[in-house]
RNA sequence: GCCCUGGUGGCGGAAUUGGUAGACGCGCAGGACUUAAAAUCCUGUAUGCAGUAAUGCGUGUACGGGUUCAAUUCCCGUCUGGGGCACCA
């Protein structure tokens, strides 16, 4: 065989290798996939970047490994692969830099982009880059507008459980008024076919606003007074602004929403069939958080015609009831609070202002609350019950009020406690006085018609008599919100929306049809000079005066959040620069689904469901046939930095090695991980580091400084991020690769270790002296392979296609260790082995697998090639070495034929002499037997 | 606080369905080759005790219980790391 292909070098020179494939690929264009084949389709998709100022780091790419590895496997199976890449480029780091730099997002954002495309381009991946999308893209989100504007024009008809257009619903209304379908939010408003013809153009858009898909209402955001904008929750540190440290208050704003609420129980039933982890759809499950059991009114005492209601799922502890709680927020406080309680709950109230969601649910310990001074009656009993508010009812879950049952709720018993409210035993002998009572078990006690009953019985003859009594409903409650779609930023789509006598409009309505100008899909984010915020928490959009005002009406100046472009760009993927539509029917019935998709579990709840959510929207709508956007799903852990410390001696430049550090006393810094080998620091690359380290001195052990360490999240500020370009200099891609793989199983967290990565590099040198000399060069022959070669090449077939197909990559690279060391040691080079060796690596190695592969003589890509198969016969043995175990501890090991039977078996292993020793005598009760695995024999 | 998830040698990890715990790699120690180094190769490496040794016996998968002939694996409780909790993406 010709060894000119590669010089006279024969040594794995893996630069020149990678360069040289990469470019045939690329001239080649082996990775174009086209929508047009007999082939089965596979759809592998990577959750899509946001491509950050700071690069990738190691940690990023260890997904998109594994969906890669998985593409190419899949190629070689004979399948059409579609497998692309994109940037998620909308979001707030940008404007932030923005902010800072005076740099314009769309600049700063294609720059990072750019460094993503080489960081990306240097590790070997297969996408088919002409088909990459950018949300930020004006193509890209004119369709992301266009599907807003579906959403719109839709609404939720529960009946069939399918969205619809809204004109089908105007015309019910015309006919029925809503009585066949009633309003989402508010049960109470009614009207039929004569009220709604007698509305005003306006009344009858607000009525319609209840009911459309995506909708305006209020929600309450952080706001900032000083810095005159509206922060995100990450923005918000310990109740003051991370930016200054401001003071920041909840304040209502309008806002877009996605009535994401009406597909809960779709969102809930369709988990059922998909592929994903138990823990991510338990997630979901949770996230969704359906509940059954009942809304409650009880009637405020001096109020007429006033009631709170409040939702239980406790409808069988209703006699338990001695107070209530209201939400701080809960439109009745400031009706029914007393004069004399006036001054007490608006001091509370200002409190709770500044408290977070999430420290009112976690503060559990800290019980707050203000006693309204109204009482409500108790629908049976007729008692008074004292109407307090407190944080730790939230205004968004269920009604907003709760029913307070101190036996039965350990959260409302700690609140009774605190404030010495009266405590109704409901339990007998189960309540203790001590804790609330929250099981389900047992029988009713001091509860009138429900005594004696048991508790899991109770629940629907209290919901009967609570219905009989006029008091409530059965009622079904999600704690999943409507998702709020409004942001105050200027680096997101716009809405294609404008205001028309304050009321909002979609451009593609008729009242804006007179202005043909405005009708235009995208509506492009304009540029500006400035991001400051506008005007009353308003977005910087609203600065741009030119832009803001039209013929028909001022636009909306708020922005889409970071989720709207990436909710459905997996169907852009399928037929990215289709003009006409956001893809093509064709397209997305050919690839329909994505296959398997790869990404954090960081976006278990919100991506996730978004993304679920559009889909079964545009399928309603009958723009796609299917309404589950990811079948199967596969999460990938972090790869966490190993930070390193140094020692500093108070009050000296003076650093002393971890071993020593105890004889003084110390300031732990932390030190860039590129200048420490392993443990040891590079004292002169320290000194060079930073100005203030220049003079620094060392107290060293055994002539070493020996640094510190620790696992924690990589990033920029801990000094412990590691590039893959460094590494892929130092080791190339397909080393880096493998070992990304090698680390672990890729659904957990593990941290980097670049010393690890030696042993892989060592692997595949020791892979390529299988097929080159050093001085002679190829060395392959035909000879024929023997039985023991066979049947490691067919064993390491099965465990790498088992292995891919399961994402076990980790013991797939193992296994590669084991059949190249096995090789070696029979010195085995021979074609009908390593040929197959070649394509078994292409999907982990793919630049040194194409190497080889030509060095066979071929002429076309190894990702064209053909995944080979294993066969069964080399892969049976016909004996075993069975471990043999008295009492269960193993004492000997005994070889039989697969075929002795048991009574063969125990009859040989009672007559070992190992076994006779360790039954001192005794008459062994059982012998257990199980074939292929082991034997025990049980005194 | 709630939900999800992990905890196995000095380190990353392996272990079909409950069936020989520690595969593979790193690190470390010793050796070969070399003037030397790099590279490469070989040997050893959970731990305690006994033995010159081969080896033998015990302990051991975060901790405490339980089920089982047999538990890293199943059940109950405790501790602890990580992720999410609705405007970071």
Redesign the pocket.
């Known amino acids: 065989m010709p060894n000119t292909f590669l010089g006279s070098i024969m040594e794995y020179t893996f630069r020149d290798i990678e360069k040289k494939w990469k470019q045939y690929w690329e001239e080649q264009q082996v990775y174009k996939v086209s929508n047009d084949s007999k082939l089965p389709k596979c759809y592998i998709l990577d959750m899509f970047?946001?491509p950050?100022g700071a690069g990738l780091h190691v940690g990023h790419p260890l997904g998109y490994i594994a969906s890669d590895i998985y593409a190419r496997y899949k190629r070689l199976r004979g399948y059409n692969v579609l497998h692309p890449m994109g940037y998620?480029?909308?979001?707030?780091?940008a404007e932030q830099y923005a902010i800072e730099t005076g740099q314009h997002p769309s600049v700063t954002t294609e720059k990072n982009i750019a460094r993503y495309r080489e960081q990306l381009d240097n590790i070997g991946f297969s996408y088919d880059w002409s088909r990459e999308v950018r949300t930020s893209d004006p193509s890209y989100y004119k369709w992301t507008q266009w599907i807003f504007l579906q959403l719109f024009h839709s609404w939720y008809d529960k009946k069939i459980q399918q969205a619809r257009p809204i004109e089908e619903l105007i015309k019910i209304f015309e006919k029925e008024g809503n009585s066949n379908a009633p309003c989402p939010t508010d049960s109470s408003f009614c009207f039929d076919g004569k009220n709604w013809k007698n509305y005003s153009e306006k009344e009858k858009r607000e009525a319609l606003m209840h009911y459309r898909l995506a909708y305006l209402s209020f929600?309450e955001?952080?706001w900032c007074e000083a810095l005159g904008t509206?922060?995100?929750?990450?923005?918000?540190v310990n109740g003051v602004s991370e930016r200054g440290g401001h003071p920041v208050v909840r304040k209502q704003?309008s806002?877009w929403f996605l009535r994401?609420t009406d597909y809960a129980d779709r969102l809930l039933d369709g988990l059922e069939h998909l592929d994903w982890?138990?823990?991510?759809k338990?997630?979901q499950?949770?996230?969704i958080?359906k509940s059954t059991g009942a809304d409650v009114r009880f009637d405020i005492q001096d109020y007429y015609g006033k009631h709170i209601t409040v939702f239980t799922t406790r409808p069988d502890t209703i006699f338990g009831v001695s107070f209530m709680v209201l939400a701080p927020e809960h439109a009745l406080v400031s009706e029914i609070t007393t004069t004399q309680q006036k001054q007490a709950v608006d001091e509370y109230l200002l409190y709770v202002k500044s408290r977070?969601?999430?420290e009112r649910?976690?503060?559990?310990?800290q019980i707050t609350g203000c006693f309204t001074g109204a009482y409500a009656i108790h629908p049976f009993t007729g008692q008074q019950l004292p109407v307090w508010i407190s944080e730790y009812v939230l205004a968004?879950?269920g009604t907003g009020a709760i029913m307070g049952v101190p036996a039965g709720d350990s959260r409302d018993h700690a609140f009774a406690k605190h404030f010495e409210l009266p405590i109704v035993n409901i339990f007998g002998k189960n309540y203790t006085g001590e804790d609330a009572y929250s099981e389900k078990t047992g029988v009713l006690d001091n509860s009138e018609f429900l005594n004696g009953l048991d508790l899991a019985k109770a629940t629907d003859v209290a919901i009967r008599a609570i219905v009989d009594a006029g008091a409530g409903r059965a009622k079904v409650n999600y704690?999943?919100?409507?998702?709020?779609f409004?942001?105050?930023?200027y680096?997101?789509e716009p809405f294609p929306v404008v205001y028309i006598a304050d009321s909002p409009y979609t451009i593609d309505e008729p009242q804006v049809t007179e202005y043909p100008e405005l009708q235009h899909l995208p509506v492009e984010l304009p540029v500006v000079e400035s991001y400051s915020p506008g005007p009353d928490g308003q977005g910087p959009l609203a600065n741009i005066k030119d832009w803001v005002t039209t013929p028909a009406g001022p636009r909306e100046t708020?922005t889409m959040?970071?989720?709207a472009g990436?909710s459905w760009y997996f169907l852009r993927y399928m037929d990215p620069h289709n003009s006409e539509e956001f893809a093509g029917k064709a397209a997305t019935e050919y690839w329909r689904q994505v296959d398997v998709y790869v990404g954090?579990?960081?976006?278990?709840?919100?991506?996730l469901l978004y993304s679920r959510m559009w889909t079964k929207v545009l399928h309603d709508l009958g723009y796609i046939s299917f309404q589950e956007p990811f079948k199967k799903l596969v999460n990938q852990?972090?790869i966490?930095g190993s930070t390193r410390f140094v020692y500093r001696i108070r009050g000296t430049n003076k650093f002393v090695s971890s071993g020593l550090k105890k004889d003084y006393e110390t300031d732990e810094l932390r030190a860039d991980v590129s200048i420490i080998n392993?443990l040891e620091l590079d004292t002169e690359a320290f000194k060079k580091w930073r100005d203030e380290y220049a003079d620094a001195e060392f107290v060293l052990e055994d002539g070493k400084y020996i640094t510190g360490a620790l696992?924690?999240?990589m990033s920029k500020s801990k000094y412990n991020v590691v590039n893959p370009d460094d590494i892929i200099v130092q080791y190339g891609a397909d080393t880096f690769r493998m070992y990304e793989m090698?680390?672990?199983?890729i659904?957990?967290?593990?941290?980097w270790?670049t010393?690890?990565?030696?042993?892989?590099?060592?692997?595949l040198?020791?892979l390529w002296?299988l097929y080159f000399d050093e001085q002679k060069g190829w060395i392959v022959t035909d000879e024929a392979p023997n039985d023991q070669e066979l049947r490691i090449i067919h064993k390491m077939i099965k465990k790498t296609g088992d292995d891919i197909e399961k994402f076990?990559f980790?013991?797939a690279?193992?296994?590669?260790?084991?059949t190249v060391?096995e090789l070696?040691?029979l010195n085995c080079h021979k074609r009908n082995i390593l040929e197959a060796l070649a394509v078994l690596l292409a999907p982990f190695a793919p630049h040194l697998a194409e190497e080889l592969w030509h060095g066979f003589g071929h002429e076309s890509s190894v990702v064209n090639a053909v995944f080979p198969m294993h066969e069964e016969k080399y892969l049976t043995e016909n004996t075993?070495?069975?471990?043999v175990?008295v009492?269960?501890?193993?004492?000997?090991?005994l070889e039989f034929s697969l075929e002795t039977d048991q009574s063969e078996i125990e009859k040989a292993v009672l007559a070992d002499e190992?076994v006779q020793?360790?039954l001192e005598g005794k008459t062994p009760?059982?012998v257990?037997f199980?074939k292929?695995?082991?034997i025990?024999v049980?005194v």
Do not use: C
């Open positions: 970047p946001y950050s998620d480029a909308f979001g707030l780091p929600a955001v952080w509206v922060l995100a929750n990450d923005e918000v704003m806002q994401i982890s138990e823990a991510m338990e997630m499950r949770n996230w958080g977070s969601e999430r649910m976690s503060d559990v310990k968004g879950y704690k999943m919100r409507d998702a709020g409004s942001r105050q930023r680096w997101g708020n959040p970071g989720y990436s954090g579990n960081e976006h278990a709840v919100g991506h852990g972090m966490q392993g696992v924690e999240k090698f680390l672990g199983p659904d957990v967290s593990k941290p270790d010393k690890g990565i030696e042993g892989v590099h060592r692997f040198k020791k002296r076990a980790n013991t690279v193992s296994q590669f260790m084991i060391n070696s040691t075993k070495l069975y471990p175990a009492n269960g501890k193993t004492r000997t090991e190992t020793k360790w009760k059982k257990i199980v292929g695995k082991m025990n049980v």
